[in-house]
């Protein structure tokens, strides 16, 4: 659903470029404009202690992004009872289990995102999904999200 995912990343191809000669076609830190005015460059942002927006709705076969737009780590863990049956775990880090997504950030935390880090995950099968922030789950940072036919 996110078009401009790796326009960051772009970005900085481009600066790297422009170190080395070739300043004349470079953007010197700015951003190639894909004509899409203010769409944000993400689906989910993260406040000090919860998501925003809390819960989003996509359709099938979507992808959402999730950025850390605050100051602290934060995590994208999903409960794994609370997603459904047939559908692929998830969860910063790249963890195929809650438990082992819980068990790293216990020990290393492991998927931390930090501010400006992006995660995305992209939903093949309908129905609804609840994940959490580690760190933040006692002060109610959970988030849903909603998949469609
Ligand atoms: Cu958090």
Same mark, same amino acid.
């Given at each position: 659903?996110?078009?401009?995912?790796?326009?960051?990343?772009?970005?900085?191809?481009?600066?790297?470029?422009?170190?080395?000669?070739?300043?004349?076609?470079?953007?010197?830190?700015?951003?190639?404009?894909?004509?899409?005015?203010?769409?944000?460059?993400?689906?989910?942002?993260?406040?000090?202690?919860?998501?925003?927006?809390?819960?989003?709705?996509? @359709?099938?076969?979507?992808?959402?992004?999730?950025?850390?737009?605050?100051?602290? @780590?934060?995590?994208?863990?999903?409960?794994?009872?609370?997603?459904?049956?047939?559908?692929?775990?998830?969860? @910063?880090?790249?963890?195929?289990?809650?438990?082992?997504?819980?068990?790293?950030?216990?020990?290393?935390?492991?998927?931390?995102?930090?501010?400006?880090?992006?995660?995305?995950?992209?939903?093949?099968?309908?129905?609804?999904?609840?994940?959490?922030?580690?760190?933040?789950?006692?002060?109610?940072?959970?988030?849903?999200?909603?998949?469609?036919?």
């Amino acid at each position: 659903m996110y078009r401009r995912r790796f326009l960051r990343e772009v970005g900085a191809v481009g600066s790297a470029a422009a170190t080395i000669g070739l300043a004349g076609c470079a953007r010197v830190g700015g951003e190639p404009d894909h004509g899409d005015g203010d769409e944000p460059d993400h689906d989910v942002g993260m406040l000090a202690t919860a998501y925003r927006p809390r819960e989003i709705t996509v @359709s099938v076969g979507e992808t959402v992004v999730w950025e850390n737009t605050s100051a602290r @780590s934060h995590t994208v863990t999903a409960y794994e009872n609370a997603i459904p049956d047939e559908a692929e775990y998830f969860a @910063s880090g790249g963890y195929d289990g809650e438990v082992a997504a819980r068990e790293a950030w216990a020990g290393e935390f492991g998927g931390r995102l930090e501010t400006g880090d992006r995660y995305s995950h992209t939903f093949a099968v309908p129905g609804r999904y609840e994940y959490v922030c580690l760190p933040h789950e006692n002060g109610g940072m959970i988030g849903t999200v909603v998949v469609e036919e």
